[in-house]
């Protein structure tokens, strides 16, 4: 597995990889996968583990079982420092590489994820996007390209709702109250306020938005809005990168209730905790997979890769929460190829073929168990209309030294998300002039 240039800017990733190694060979008979992380830039310390997870999964494939099916994979990664205009270079760097283009790509980034959604249904090849991007996306008769598996921004804004009103004592006890969303000032960040705003008008409760500027380093005004003249009941934040552990550290800093600190998925990590100390604990995030090395597939990881010198990266984020979402996001990757193998033949798969294969992933129990996953997460089945599948999450919590869950699975409203989604759906389709997909 290549990943010449992972530490390196994308003005000198082509000359420092001629220099320092020969220009990897890809195989005419192997799938070929274009990443695009980003181990550089101010998200790197999030980028990171989560970009080891997806290559050290694919590597596993190789060594463990020869393949899919038999067939080798073969990988290259381009930084992209988290920058759109770098993923939209990257992407046109990779997406023609190897016997039949890249498989799929993965671009951990809402901003890089808009900028690529066009371009993907026209080269017909597959954006997966797990639990950020287009929430709209989800609607796979406008957008048969796009994955929001396996919930969106919009399913999450509703479980975190759910779950602040059963702190409450109910939804009806939401009435007046005040809830604070800080937010990443970015399509990322105001991807869930749509939802946000139609469950304030729903149930009665006080929105208040606070943007914070990238990288989110500055926050000391926001917290002291925040803890001192607005007082919330409670605190949502779709934060990134440093601006997740600066955020609780200035939290903290005013004396704000971590019990009622309650974070996106992306806000919920170990990056985003251990930098502020014992100011973290008590805080909060969303999950829909679980953290930890306790699943066969991450001692498989253990086994064949790091025991033989072959990870990725440092085996110290093998088990964190970013890396066990490195290692589904490939998962799902390479059950995508798979069933796509199954229809169409052991070889290298195009990008079209690889659509039908996420179109038809039915994660049971028993297959999640079969790979290794059982406990994870719960199951999902992907549909030619419903490419988010809005599975039941989880909240966390960080009590200074691991993540613990402190609720049972909540299921996102779908009768308010679903009509939602088709509806933006529906107005980028007439936006683009584009006639939806018949899915009966």
Same mark, same amino acid.
């Given at each position: 597995?290549?990943?010449? *240039?992972?530490?390196?800017?994308?003005?000198?990733?082509?000359?420092?990889?001629?220099?320092?190694?020969?220009?990897?060979?890809?195989?005419? +008979?192997?799938?070929?996968?274009?990443?695009?992380?980003?181990?550089?830039?101010?998200? &790197?310390?999030?980028?990171?583990?989560?970009?080891?997870?997806?290559?050290?999964?694919?590597?596993?494939?190789?060594?463990?079982?020869?393949?899919?099916?038999?067939?080798?994979? /073969?990988?290259?990664?381009?930084?992209?420092?988290?920058?759109?205009?770098?993923?939209?270079?990257?992407?046109?760097?990779?997406?023609?590489?190897?016997?039949?283009?890249?498989?799929?790509?993965?671009?951990?980034?809402?901003?890089?994820?808009?900028?690529?959604?066009?371009?993907?249904?026209?080269?017909?090849?597959?954006?997966?996007?797990?639990?950020?991007?287009?929430?709209?996306? *989800? %609607?796979?008769?406008?957008?048969?390209?796009?994955?929001?598996?396996? @919930?969106?921004?919009?399913?999450?804004? +509703?479980?975190?709702?759910?779950?602040?009103?059963?702190?409450?004592?109910?939804? %009806?006890?939401?009435?007046?109250?005040?809830?604070?969303?800080?937010?990443?000032?970015?399509?990322?960040?105001?991807?869930?306020?749509?939802?946000?705003?139609? =469950?304030?008008?729903?149930?009665?409760?006080?929105?208040?938005?606070?943007?914070?500027? #990238?990288?989110?380093?500055? $926050?000391?005004?926001?917290?002291?809005?925040?803890?001192?003249? =607005?007082?919330? +009941?409670?605190?949502?934040?779709?934060?990134?990168?440093?601006?997740?552990?600066?955020?609780?550290?200035?939290?903290? &800093?005013?004396?704000?209730?971590?019990?009622?600190? =309650?974070?996106?998925?992306?806000? *919920? &990590?170990?990056?985003?905790?251990?930098?502020? *100390?014992?100011?973290?604990?008590?805080?909060?995030?969303?999950?829909? #997979?679980?953290?930890? &090395?306790?699943?066969?597939?991450? $001692? %498989?990881?253990?086994?064949?890769?790091?025991?033989?010198?072959?990870?990725?990266? @440092?085996?110290?984020?093998?088990?964190?929460?970013?890396?066990?979402?490195?290692?589904?996001?490939?998962?799902?990757?390479?059950?995508?190829? !798979?069933?796509?193998?199954?229809?169409?033949?052991?070889?290298?798969?195009?990008?079209?073929?690889?659509?039908?294969?996420?179109?038809?992933?039915?994660?049971?129990?028993?297959?999640?168990?079969?790979?290794?996953?059982?406990?994870?997460?719960?199951?999902?089945?992907?549909?030619?209309? %419903?490419?988010?599948?809005?599975?039941?999450?989880?909240?966390?919590?960080?009590?200074?030294?691991?993540?613990?869950?402190?609720?049972?699975?909540?299921?996102?409203?779908? /009768?308010?998300? !679903?009509?939602?989604?088709?509806?933006?759906?529906? $107005?980028?389709?007439?936006?683009?002039?584009?006639?939806?997909?018949?899915?009966?």
């Amino acid at each position: 597995m290549r990943v010449c *240039g992972r530490v390196l800017t994308l003005a000198t990733v082509a000359a420092a990889c001629l220099l320092a190694e020969p220009a990897p060979s890809l195989a005419v +008979d192997s799938q070929f996968v274009g990443l695009m992380p980003y181990r550089t830039g101010p998200y &790197a310390p999030n980028g990171i583990p989560f970009a080891d997870g997806v290559a050290d999964y694919l590597q596993l494939i190789n060594v463990r079982d020869g393949g899919i099916n038999g067939v080798p994979i /073969s990988t290259e990664e381009c930084d992209t420092s988290y920058n759109t205009d770098r993923g939209v270079e990257c992407y046109e760097r990779l997406k023609n590489k190897g016997a039949t283009g890249s498989a799929a790509f993965i671009p951990l980034s809402t901003g890089i994820t808009y900028a690529l959604i066009e371009r993907a249904a026209v080269d017909k090849v597959p954006l997966l996007t797990t639990g950020y991007g287009r929430t709209a996306g *989800g %609607d796979g008769r406008v957008f048969p390209y796009v994955f929001t598996l396996p @919930d969106s921004y919009w399913s999450g804004a +509703d479980v975190a709702i759910t779950y602040v009103a059963q702190q409450m004592g109910g939804f %009806d006890k939401l009435k007046g109250k005040k809830i604070a969303f800080v937010y990443h000032d970015s399509p990322y960040g105001k991807e869930p306020i749509p939802v946000f705003e139609a =469950l304030a008008a729903k149930y009665g409760f006080q929105l208040s938005n606070f943007p914070v500027a #990238h990288p989110g380093l500055e $926050q000391k005004a926001v917290w002291l809005r925040i803890g001192r003249q =607005l007082r919330p +009941d409670w605190t949502i934040m779709w934060g990134w990168g440093v601006m997740n552990s600066t955020a609780i550290k200035e939290a903290a &800093a005013v004396g704000y209730n971590m019990e009622h600190f =309650l974070g996106v998925w992306w806000s *919920g &990590a170990e990056p985003d905790v251990i930098p502020a *100390g014992d100011a973290a604990k008590g805080y909060k995030a969303l999950a829909f #997979h679980a953290p930890g &090395a306790d699943f066969k597939v991450i $001692q %498989d990881v253990e086994k064949f890769l790091y025991a033989a010198g072959k990870g990725t990266g @440092d085996k110290n984020n093998v088990g964190t929460v970013l890396y066990n979402r490195g290692i589904f996001n490939s998962v799902v990757l390479v059950e995508a190829i !798979r069933n796509a193998m199954n229809k169409f033949g052991n070889k290298p798969m195009t990008g079209e073929q690889i659509q039908w294969g996420f179109e038809n992933l039915d994660m049971t129990s028993e297959k999640l168990a079969s790979l290794g996953l059982a406990g994870f997460m719960q199951p999902f089945k992907i549909t030619c209309a %419903d490419h988010e599948a809005s599975v039941p999450v989880r909240v966390q919590q960080w009590d200074g030294k691991q993540w613990t869950f402190v609720s049972d699975w909540i299921q996102p409203d779908r /009768s308010l998300i !679903r009509p939602m989604i088709e509806a933006a759906a529906e $107005q980028y389709a007439k936006e683009k002039n584009i006639t939806p997909r018949d899915c009966k």
